[in-house]
């Protein structure tokens, strides 16, 4: 007798810079295999760094993502300065944290209320939330402009910032010129906790995954533009060890990397963030977190929504202080002069740890990089609770299915395009 076979196939779920596709089999009843099928032709960032001077990376590594551009030259810069041996002076240090807080607060309300909020409400995108809810979506695109203003104020423009470069800017901000965003960080910070607030109180479906969780920690913040690597099973370990355990491989359904730690799914970003570092979290946004009824970890996907505004918060609160013991630097950068060696890179992205690795020869020029991004690490999880999330809804009708594997997927904002388009389901076999 033939095996009963059902394909689910969700023909273009488009990712940040990148397309893809979802395929569902079940045999059976059970579920046969779960594929994140990115079809996206290489962008080949990596190969195309060798030769470049060393000092470009954190130019060329930002045009990675537009959404993100800072993480990618944080993570840039801290490996580049790691290989030839810099250390940047305190006030420089805070700053670079500043422009980051301001990327974080920018890419997470923009996932909140234009991506993620419409399917708790029943919408189907953030144009018809609009319509019948204008002053909630104006809430999001005020707290959005706060994030944007400390990018431009820092690094030149919001999308690829052009202040960056080793070793910190090509200019610092006077004392002066950063007290005008206090003003427009506290209205933010009204707007931000209402945000906790309002999606505390969403319907989240009971579920929770069991993957090891992966991130940055920090001993007196919580972690952000560098840290330890942490994980919640086992010891943490070194950033220069980081390949030994974090092993990235082909697979056959997708011209992504797959990475595994220690040969095991895990997963990086807010909900590991929080989870490994909710006690270092500032005053406000922990109280934020108690009130939302978050508990000290977060394994429920669903509930990463809440996990990203309570990490509002928490920006908002820290450029806050920053602004306030900010000093000028007597320099707006210390020199990273060029050695040969090797240097490894790490930061939190929005969507989780961005590593970064560089092999510099003694002509200063580029000889090897590798970059690891968050979706890559986290696509082995992101199949696996989809599985599992399609082996528990077998009964539900078409329409109720495919509205729940969209939102699965959304929960981990594995990149704007992706989240921003409407799943197509195909159901074959009934």
């Not at 060329?60 to 537009?66: D, E, H, Q």
């Not at 706060?146 to 910032?161: D, K, S, V, Y």
């Not at 999606?199 to 090891?212: I, L, M």
């Not at 977190?289 to 920006?315: H, K, W």
């Amino acid at each position: 007798m033939n095996p009963d076979t059902r394909t689910l196939a969700v023909g273009a779920l488009t990712r940040v810079e990148g397309e893809g596709a979802l395929h569902v089999t079940l045999t059976d009843g059970a579920v046969d295999r779960v594929e994140l099928n990115i079809y996206e032709p290489p962008r080949f960032f990596e190969a195309f760094l060798r030769g470049r001077a060393y000092t470009e990376p954190p130019d060329i590594t930002a045009r990675v993502c537009g959404i993100c551009p800072v993480a990618y030259q944080v993570s840039a810069c801290n490996a580049i300065e790691d290989a030839c041996g810099a250390t940047l002076d305190p006030q420089l240090t805070a700053l670079r944290r500043l422009l980051y807080c301001g990327e974080w607060i920018h890419s997470h309300t923009l996932h909140i209320y234009l991506l993620h909020v419409p399917d708790f409400l029943g919408r189907p995108d953030a144009i018809s939330l609009a319509k019948e809810r204008p002053e909630f979506i104006e809430r999001g695109l005020a707290l959005k402009k706060a994030g944007n203003r400390l990018m431009e104020q820092l690094g030149g423009r919001a999308i690829h910032p052009i202040n960056v470069r080793l070793g910190g800017f090509y200019s610092v901000p006077a004392p002066a010129d950063l007290k005008p965003l206090t003003e427009m960080l506290h209205r933010a910070m009204d707007d931000a906790l209402d945000t906790v607030r309002i999606v505390a109180e969403f319907d989240f479906p009971d579920t929770e995954f069991d993957h090891e969780l992966l991130a940055l920690t920090a001993p007196d913040s919580y972690a952000i533009e560098n840290g330890a690597i942490r994980r919640s099973a086992g010891p943490g370990f070194e950033v220069g060890e980081f390949t030994d355990h974090v092993v990235e491989t082909q697979v056959r359904h997708s011209t992504a990397l797959h990475a595994t730690l220690d040969g095991g799914r895990y997963l990086t970003g807010p909900m590991a963030r929080y989870s490994l570092n909710s006690a270092r979290l500032s005053p406000i946004a922990r109280q934020a977190a108690a009130e939302a009824g978050l508990g000290t970890q977060c394994r429920n996907p669903f509930r990463s929504i809440v996990v990203r505004a309570v990490e509002v918060v928490y920006a908002i609160e820290e450029a806050l202080r920053i602004i306030t013991e900010y000093e000028r630097p007597p320099q707006p950068f210390v020199e990273v002069p060029a050695r040969a060696g090797v240097g490894h890179g790490v930061s939190e992205a929005p969507r989780g740890l961005l590593y970064h690795r560089y092999e510099i020869g003694d002509d200063g020029l580029i000889r090897a990089a590798t970059i690891i991004p968050p979706t890559s690490q986290n696509q082995a999880a992101i199949e696996h609770d989809m599985a599992e999330l399609v082996a528990a809804n077998l009964s539900l009708d078409d329409a109720t299915l495919t509205s729940l594997c969209e939102r699965s997927i959304r929960n981990y904002d594995p990149c704007i395009s992706c989240s921003a388009h409407f799943l197509t389901l195909t159901v074959d076999g009934r």
